[in-house]
């Protein structure tokens, strides 16, 4: 337990703090839920420390953040929304007027206020729950799509570049430095010979025809408050890896993390394949809120995009497996490949249904009648 109250009084929080408990299952950071007496009425704040041990510039990360909620909130409260505070993250600025507070330890702070009656789900059960939580993170991309100012600081460089991560990949094998190229040469091959799929976004990307744009960059699906009476989504969380990137990046590791039919690390390639049902509830949530922003090139590569981060993930496995295992946590020998497996079999599983997927993009669009740009 960190001395939370010490750390509260950092904040400006204009209301008399009471006790705080750890919250949630994050494994990055250290969250606190406290409660608060404002004029006898409780109400509950999240308190967060950021691992600056991932994240290198904690001061970065959090001026991104607070400015895309603070435009994300200006936005809704333009359109009046009822519900403006609940449907964004807000920044709780600290006494001296910064997004973060510094404690005695060196440690970095960050205060939002508690989203109430809403909940995040690790796994998604209904395909319900995956089109609110698509359409939730669409509106989180079109909130800040027309943000001003100075563009937006990379927290993790090249975090979704495939080509590079491909790059990485080649050098591990060159490098071979724990003998383990012998087990994996049929992932190796599958990987290397879908190098020019690695290149097509960033490619698209350095031509202009698809934009750089305010990007989540971690959409699994729990990221999503969804309410407890409706199942909306309500407010999108873990802001930490909001910078530049292509909303590709995040409708792809939508598909990635919530249309398989298996868990991450399956054994069993038999079972490994895609959920279609699954697939058009999110193509369904996501336009219903972003279409109104997004081009046509954007969209037509929407099926693509979950081949190519599911490409993306296993390359990473593969990649960490080659180098000793020093990234992903692991718990088991080999565990690192089985998770490239997974991911390489569900590669081919979208391979194979890549023309009915694109089918439901183009019927979703229709039915939207999305007049998009050229």
Not at 304 to 316: A, D, Q, Y
Not at 341 to 355: D, G, H, P, Y
Request: glycine share 6%.
């Amino acid at each position: 337990m960190h001395d939370v109250r010490q750390i509260a009084g950092l904040f400006d929080m204009r209301a008399d703090f009471v006790d705080a408990q750890p919250y949630g299952s994050g494994h990055i950071n250290d969250t606190y839920c406290a409660w608060y007496d404002q004029a006898g009425i409780r109400i509950r704040y999240i308190h967060q420390r950021i691992n600056h041990l991932i994240f290198k510039d904690p001061a970065s990360l959090m001026e991104n953040i607070d400015r895309v909620t603070a435009h994300s909130l200006a936005r809704l409260l333009d359109q009046n929304h009822p519900e403006a505070r609940r449907r964004t993250l807000s920044v709780i600025l600290s006494t001296d007027g910064k997004p973060y507070v510094v404690d005695r330890e060196g440690n970095f702070w960050r205060t939002y206020p508690f989203i109430e009656r809403a909940r995040g789900y690790d796994e998604i059960r209904t395909n319900l729950q995956a089109e609110q939580a698509a359409k939730a993170f669409g509106e989180f991309q079109k909130l800040a799509a027309d943000l001003g100012g100075k563009r937006l600081n990379e927290t993790i460089p090249n975090f979704h570049h495939t080509p590079k991560r491909l790059q990485a990949l080649q050098d591990a094998i060159a490098a071979d430095s724990f003998g383990r190229v012998r087990n994996c040469q049929a992932e190796i091959e599958f990987a290397l010979s879908r190098a020019t799929d690695c290149r097509k976004v960033t490619d698209l990307i350095a031509a202009g025809v698809i934009p750089e744009r305010v990007t989540h960059n971690d959409t699994k699906l729990n990221n999503v408050l969804l309410d407890d009476v409706t199942s909306e989504g309500v407010c999108v969380i873990d802001l930490d890896t909001t910078m530049p990137g292509s909303v590709l990046y995040d409708f792809g590791d939508m598909v990635r993390t919530a249309t398989p039919t298996t868990r991450e690390d399956e054994t069993d390639l038999s079972l490994i394949g895609i959920r279609l049902d699954r697939f058009d509830a999110l193509v369904r949530g996501y336009l219903d809120s972003a279409a109104s922003f997004l081009n046509r090139a954007e969209i037509d590569h929407l099926a693509f995009s979950g081949k190519l981060l599911t490409l993306e993930c296993g390359i990473r496995f593969l990649t960490d497996y080659l180098q000793g295992d020093t990234y992903f946590k692991t718990k088991r020998p080999g565990h690192n490949l089985d998770r490239c497996r997974s991911q390489f079999a569900m590669v081919k599983a979208i391979e194979e249904n890549l023309e009915r997927m694109e089918e439901m993009v183009q019927v979703a669009a229709g039915s939207l009648k999305i007049v998009a740009a050229a």
